[in-house]
């Protein structure tokens, strides 16, 4: 796609791979013959402006970064005709596999010079925008719990195995009442509410991904109330695609409404994690983000 293009990578990322992204856009950009700005930032507020700055010079913009990043930037863009390029330069880079995007760092970097345009649905809470999905309950807190580890040293994976040992041990469980978009209302005690920008695989080996990003729907997944074990036999059943309908409640919506018995919620957007006024309001905005992909996609 011909014009100006605006990187912005998280310097937060591995400071080799950083390197190793700016020799090859500097390469690459040349082979192609387009103009190109880098910055790097890591704080998120950097993110937004210069994803901001660029939107309104009209260049492309592409994040490089792991899925928080991704979506800071993405942020910036929705509602408008500037397209977003993704460079996987994170731990799990979600979004950039569900689009199909090349893991390899210098692949990705030639899809945008290459790549066609494609629009993606953006999900939204309380005014937050996701890419990828939100929760409350276990996870939120594990993110709170990890962060705190790695800030005493723990590496980060180590960091995510404490976490998640200390939170599923503490047996939460909270109520919440869910008001879908047809005024359906459902109550239940959870230790996780799950709300996906489109519709994720719960069973079997393609469980946490996505075939679409752009049906226009919020999948919406209520983990039973249950013990340690009970969690943990669950995750095993979904990997192993033995899970039943009966251990999950799940549903599509367009709109969610979601509250609960606290004033403040702790909400988690693309891995990020925010507190909340409740009750929390959910849409969906189809078709508001123009992303590149690869052209034989």
Known sequence: MPGAVTFVLNDKCDARHVEDARAMIARLAAEHGRPVKT?????????????????????????????????TVAAALVGSDVPLGVLPMGTLNHFAKDLHIPLDLE??????????????????VNGHFFLNNSSIGLYPHIVREREEHQRHGYGKWLAFARAVVQVLTRRMTMHVELANADGTTLARDTPMLFVGNNR??????A???????????????????SGILKLLGLAVAALTGRAGAADLTVFDTKELRVRTRRGHVEVATDGEVNTMRAPLHYRIHPSALRVLVPAAR
Do not use: N
């Open 107 to 124: 692949a990705a970097i030639r899809t945008v010079f290459t790549g066609t345009v494609s629009h993606v649905d953006v999900g939204e």
């Open 39 to 71: 910055f790097l930032a890591g704080k998120r507020g950097d993110l937004e402006s210069f994803a901001k700055q660029a939107r309104e010079e009209r260049a492309i913009v592409v994040a490089g970064g792991g899925d928080g990043t991704v979506s």
């Open 200 to 205: 994720y695989e719960a069973v079997g080996r």
């Open 207 to 225: 469980i946490g991904t996505r075939r679409k990003l752009d049906e226009g729907t919020l999948w919406v997944c209520a983990a039973p109330p």
